[in-house]
Structures are given as structure tokens and as C-alpha cells.
């Protein structure tokens, strides 16, 4: 651990009202370094993320983004979250843009490139998630999945030195959360640096570099994969994995 | 029926004159609702609160008050404060302003429709909030706000009838001369009956074709038209 973090999160709070959502949130993410945030629902995983693009701004604490303070007052955080690809549970694919259309405009309009050039590297991105042939299509007419990787190489456009995924195929049917899956795999391979919500135990313990396990709102947990689901250190982690395990037991057919 | 039409012939020309002022009127008015109205509805969902209570003041004003009102206070109240209009102009800015609240929630509900996911996602690439309404929510806003606007340019073009109450020579003070005229309210009635249903289906056809050119797969809301 000689590099210097690529993301470092302090005392981060989050208030909704009177609802406290997130409770002194502090950790560091080194330089293609992939975490993985489990935990049972409704313990803030979302909204972390949401905070860590300031899409929901900070209650209190400060985010460092390499050696830029993204809390601090009077940045232009249109700046910061270019540089922090985001990707949804929900795809919020623009509707009325093509699959190429999703990728470039970003790249046109907050980026700034020419159109050809813009062009080019959007159908790479399309290309990299295995949609080239798809380009032309409109969202309604991809698959869930496909919509999904499309919101992958939509955020991979913007050349994000951060990856945030937000349950990225909680709204996929099973047979279509594979092909999401494998590209985010293919990623974290590339070397991208990834903060991913996910309820995937699989894919959380083949390619996480940690688990950070949540509970009420706070970080309860940080390990390696193998320690985490081997061995938790915490009786709330060790109740979660049971309760996990018992329902893979129901849904697993006889 | 030969009668009709030979009174048809003689009065047509006159008639013509009225539509092309009737025309003229709807489309300025609706352009001016349009141009009143966008904006309305844009920072009646993104304004500060005060802002917000004043559009909501000023669309409760439009709509909550017959038009004819409207129009007579413009042209005979506003001149006892010192503002006078010509007829014309009075016709415009009355017709208009009661267009734009129209639209405006028209625009609003339409962006309502389009979604805070769009928002947020168009935010996360580092779009500030005008790039995304320019680029992302718009775009698919006025494209869903398209059968509602189709109903408002049907209603426009009748609404413009109450401006001969200000003596504008439109289709209906041509009418009106006509009626008086030749004692032939009947007929000439019927006659500017028939112009305005040609009128509003061209308009209606024109929008449907526009809104067929302009349809993306998967983004439409179905209203039936009125």
C-alpha cells in the first residue's frame, strides 16, 4: 500500500431529515482496488454511492478524489462526477438517444469532443461491453441486460477514473444478470478502480478485493473475500450470511 | 342547396380574408404560449420556492378566468391605467398569455412523465442542470408533450372566435358583417362552422404527421385526442 489512495472517504454523514442514513463512513480505495458493499437492504448501500458523486451531497465529512477534496465549497461538481462513472439499478438509459447516441452524448456535450471523434470511441465503449451490433437500437429495444451494458459503456465514456455500481442487476431477470456481470469482471481485470452494491454473492467473491459489509448505516465489516464469507469477525455479518444462506438453500431446486 | 352555394361563392372571399387573420392569430398566439409557457413549466418543477408561487399565481389567474374577461380586460381596462393596445396586439398578448399557462402545464406534466432517472443519470455524466435539460429531458418532454399540444392548437384556433367581441375583422367578425349584411345567419353560420372543422382537422392532421415523424420506439405516452 505505497500508492497513494485514489478515493479517501472521512467521517462521512448522511441526513435525511431527522433520519440519519449513514454514520461515520470512513475508508480509502486504492488505485484498481475492487470493494464490494453487501449487507442486508435499507443499511444506506445506495445512498453511500449517491453520496460519493455528490449526487446526494455529504451531510458532513470530506471525500478526497486522488488529491482533490470533492467536498470542499465552491468546486464545480459537474467536474468532479464526470471523472466518477455511475451506473444504476434502474439503467436510466436516455430514452430518446440510440444505444450510440447514450454514449456519445456525454462525450459531445460535457466533454466537449467533435462528433466524429466522439463517435469513434463510443462505439469502442459499445464494443468493450459486446454491443457494437446493437448500436443503432433504442433502449426499449435492448434486453435488460443489454440496457445495463449500455449504462456501462455509457459511464466508461466519460474515461471515469472511478466506477460506482448501484445494484447494477438487481433489476435483471437471472438468466440476464451474467452477461452484466462478465463486463464488470472484464473491468475490474482492466484495472478499473470499482465500488459496486451488489447482492451477488459470486461475484463478490471472485472478484472483490474486499468486502465492506454494512449494517444500520455504518461500515461493520472489511476483509478479504475469503476471510469475510470463511470467517466473519462480527455476530451482525455472521447473521447476515446465514440468512443468506438459508435462502439460496430454498431456492436451490431438489 | 344551389342557393347555398352561390351565397357560398359571393361571401367566400370575404370569409378567406377572416381565416387568414384567424391563422395568423392562433399561430402567434401559440407561439407565444409556447415561448411563455416552456419556461413556466421548466422552473415551476426546477424554480426557487418563490418562484414557484408566483407562476402558480399567474397560471391560476389564466386559467381560473373566463377568456372573454381576459380580453376585455387587456383592451378596454388596461388603457384606464395608461396601456393601450391596438386591437391586434390586444388579441395577441390576451390569446397567448392564456395559451402559455395552458401550456405550461401541458410541459409539465410532460416532464413529469419523462422522469427523475433521466435527471440523476444525465447528472452522474457530469451534465450540469441546463445541459440536461437541453440535451437529456426536453427532447423527450416535448415529444410527449405533443398530443396534448396538438389538443391545445384544436382549442386555439377555437378560442380565437371570441376576438371579434374586440371588432378584429377574423372569421367570425367577417361572419358576423356578413350575417348582418345579407340576413343570412343560417347559412352563414353553417358556412364558418365548415371552415373552422376544415381548419382545426388540418391542424390536427399536420400534428399527427409530425408527431409520426418525430416518434422514437418506446417513447410515448397515449392521449386520446379530444
Not at chain 2, 181 to 201: E, K, N, S
Request: glycine content about 8%.
Amino acid at each position: 500500500m505505497t500508492l497513494s489512495p485514489i478515493l479517501r472517504i472521512e467521517k462521512l454523514h448522511k441526513q435525511f431529515g431527522s433520519l440519519t442514513v449513514l454514520k461515520d463512513i470512513s475508508f480509502t480505495v486504492q488505485p484498481s482496488e475492487v470493494l464490494v458493499f453487501v449487507g442486508p437492504s435499507g443499511t444506506g448501500k445506495s445512498t453511500l454511492m449517491q453520496c460519493l458523486n455528490l449526487l446526494a451531497p455529504p451531510t458532513s465529512g470530506k471525500i478526497w478524489l486522488e488529491d482533490q477534496e470533492i467536498t470542499a465549497s465552491g468546486l464545480n461538481r459537474n467536474q468532479v462526477r464526470r471523472r466518477i462513472g455511475m451506473v444504476f439499478q434502474e439503467f436510466n438509459l436516455f430514452n430518446h438517444l440510440t444505444a450510440l447516441g447514450n454514449v456519445m452524448v456525454g462525450m459531445r456535450h460535457v466533454r466537449g469532443m467533435p462528433k466524429d471523434q466522439a463517435k469513434k470511441q463510443a462505439v469502442m465503449e459499445l464494443e468493450r461491453v459486446g454491443l457494437a451490433a446493437h448500436a443503432a437500437k433504442y433502449p426499449s429495444q435492448l434486453s435488460g441486460g443489454q440496457k445495463q451494458r449500455v449504462g456501462i459503456a455509457r459511464a466508461l465514456g466519460m474515461n471515469p477514473h472511478v466506477m460506482l455500481f448501484d445494484e447494477p442487476t438487481s433489476a435483471l431477470d437471472p438468466e440476464l444478470t451474467g452477461e452484466v456481470l462478465a463486463v464488470m469482471k472484464q473491468l475490474a481485470d482492466d484495472g478499473m478502480t470499482m465500488l459496486v452494491v451488489t447482492h451477488e454473492m459470486g461475484f463478490a467473491g471472485e472478484v472483490a478485493d474486499r468486502i465492506m459489509f454494512m449494517d444500520g448505516g455504518a461500515i461493520v465489516e472489511q476483509a478479504a473475500p475469503a476471510d469475510f464469507f470463511r470467517c466473519p469477525q462480527t455476530e451482525r455479518a455472521r447473521k447476515f450470511l446465514s440468512m443468506l444462506n438459508q435462502t439460496e438453500l430454498i431456492d436451490r431446486p431438489s | 342547396m344551389i342557393e347555398f352555394f352561390s351565397f357560398a361563392r359571393d361571401v367566400l372571399p370575404d370569409l378567406l380574408a377572416g381565416v387568414r387573420l384567424t391563422i395568423l392569430i392562433s399561430i402567434v398566439a401559440l407561439v407565444i404560449g409556447f415561448v411563455i409557457g416552456l419556461p413556466l413549466a421548466v422552473l415551476r418543477i426546477h424554480g426557487p420556492v418563490w418562484v414557484k408561487r408566483l407562476i402558480f399565481a399567474y397560471l391560476t389567474l389564466f386559467r381560473g378566468t373566463p377568456l372573454l374577461v381576459q380580453l376585455f380586460v387587456v383592451y378596454y381596462g388596461l388603457p384606464q391605467l395608461g396601456i393601450s393596445f391596438s386591437r391586434m396586439t390586444a388579441a395577441f398578448i390576451t390569446l397567448g398569455m392564456h395559451s402559455s399557462a395552458y401550456q405550461a402545464e401541458y410541459f409539465r406534466g410532460a416532464i413529469a412523465a419523462v422522469g427523475a432517472g433521466q435527471m440523476r443519470a444525465a447528472r452522474a455524466i457530469g451534465m450540469s442542470r441546463g445541459r440536461a435539460l437541453r440535451h437529456i429531458i426536453l427532447p423527450q418532454a416535448l415529444r410527449l408533450a405533443l398530443p396534448a399540444w396538438s389538443n391545445e392548437m384544436v382549442s386555439m384556433i377555437k378560442y380565437t372566435a371570441v376576438i371579434f367581441l374586440i371588432a378584429v375583422p377574423d372569421l367570425m367578425g367577417q361572419a358576423k358583417m356578413i350575417s348582418s349584411r345579407m340576413f343570412m345567419p343560417v347559412q352563414t353560420y353553417i358556412l364558418v362552422a365548415l371552415i373552422y372543422l376544415a381548419l382545426v382537422g388540418l391542424a390536427s392532421l399536420a400534428l399527427y404527421v409530425i408527431d409520426k415523424k418525430l416518434s422514437i420506439p418506446g417513447l410515448s405516452i397515449s392521449v386520446k385526442t379530444r
